[in-house]
């Protein structure tokens, strides 16, 4: 039988490379749709690391007369003077001071050396609290004190990605971290918390670092981030008497705030858009790749009616010739898949697959062959169904 449906399909072959090619194009684009889809919800699944809900960001604006002159401990000085004032608010749970902000599409990345091969993670300067505001879950050792900043080593706190990455099953806590640089402090580990997703839900697990930033002891660059946890219910309004008493601590300065809800809805649409646009694209070429099969088919089945009511003639029950015709366009969608898999595949052999696991690549693929084969099928019925009520008579008309 599948011999013979061949044959069919190759006597037919010019006016079937066009179908077979539309649906080997649609197949292609269902199979990077669902893959973005896989992708996202995949890593949706997996576990952020940190709580997001009643935390704001303010960000701070240096006044122009610091910023001119440059002096670091004059900033400093002011921060440290903004801190309290924000701790001493009644709705303030937690405070305390970042340079990147989570969900928020900037960053930090650094590239360490350890025992001579390269280790990528994402970087963070955070103050003592950070931790309580963002609700980290420490699984080794705890987070800064103060009384790091005066050690002959530079305190860093790892999530379990990096620990993994470097140190394997061990215990990392009390151990050097990476290579030492002629230009910084040596780092020590002094914690370890569960894997830190800055990028939010949507973005795939990636090691972390945290570095030590002292109010009392300052070193590098200031903060520009102020993460405040409030307490559950505070109303938006406090927004704006925050930014009052933190210009009367600071006139010059400037401070925008943004509550984290906020940033990760941003993050969301950002992600999300591509997504939505590449499955609406998706699904108007499935629209008229459908309408194109219909179309297609019948007038096939209209220049087949002698074939057909001989067929029919010979004993063929309509079940049969109905049968037939569904199984001629699966013969025809396979063709089409089959290329565009062969095509596909090429991705994890030529190593681009990147970031994707081998789970949702499979996954891709699988629901774009679903997807092909459910139109064929759908497309099919209505044609097939005229084929199977032809009579035969209808082939006396031919002779």
């Known amino acids: 039988m599948t011999r013979h449906l061949l044959k069919l399909v190759w006597n037919r072959k010019r006016s079937n490379a066009l179908m077979i090619l539309e649906i080997c194009v649609s197949f292609l684009v269902v199979f990077v749709v669902a893959t973005m889809g896989l992708f996202l919800l995949d890593n949706y699944r997996v576990p952020l690391g940190f709580e997001w809900k009643d935390v704001w960001n303010v960000r701070m604006g240096v006044g122009r007369n610091e910023a001119n002159a440059g002096d670091a401990a004059a900033q400093q000085a002011t921060l440290a003077r903004l801190f309290q004032e924000v701790r001493s608010l009644e709705p303030v749970e937690a405070a305390a001071g970042s340079f990147v902000v989570p969900f928020d599409q900037g960053g930090w990345e650094g590239s360490y050396r350890v025992k001579g091969r390269n280790v990528d993670t994402g970087v963070d300067r955070a103050t003592v609290g950070f931790d309580k505001v963002m609700g980290l879950r420490l699984v080794a050792g705890r987070w800064f004190e103060e009384p790091d900043a005066t050690q002959s080593w530079e305190p860093v706190v790892i999530d379990q990605d990096l620990a993994r990455a470097v140190y394997g099953t061990a215990d990392p806590v009390g151990k050097a971290l990476f290579d030492p640089r002629p230009d910084e402090r040596p780092f020590r580990v002094v914690g370890v918390v569960s894997d830190f997703r800055k990028g939010g839900e949507l973005l795939p697990n990636d090691n972390f670092l945290f570095r030590f930033s002292s109010l009392d ?27 009052k008493r933190m210009q ?36 108007f070429l499935l629209l008229m790749v459908g309408l194109g099969l219909i179309g297609v088919l019948w007038q096939n089945l209209l220049q087949r009616t002698r074939e057909i009511g001989l067929r029919r003639a010979a004993g063929a029950s309509r079940a049969s010739v109905h049968r037939q015709v569904l199984l001629e366009q699966l013969v025809l969608t396979s ?11 090429q991705v994890p052999i030529l190593h681009l697959i990147g970031v994707l696991s081998s789970q949702v690549f499979t996954a891709g693929l699988l629901v774009a062959m679903a997807a092909m084969y459910l139109l064929s099928v759908l497309c099919a019925l209505y044609p097939s169904s005229l084929a199977a009520r032809v009579q035969p008579a209808e082939a006396l008309r031919y002779e």
């Open 217 to 243: 002891h300052p070193e590098g660059q200031a903060f520009r981030n102020l993460l405040i946890r409030v307490r559950p219910g505070t109303p938006p309004a406090f927004e704006e008497a925050l930014v």
């Open 248 to 283: 009367g601590v600071a006139p010059d300065w400037s401070f925008e705030v943004r509550p984290l809800p906020q940033v990760r809805a941003t993050a969301f649409r950002f992600f999300l858009t591509p997504l939505i646009v590449a499955g609406t694209v998706a699904f």
């Open 335 to 345: 063709l089409g898949v089959l290329i565009g898999t062969l095509l596909v595949i």
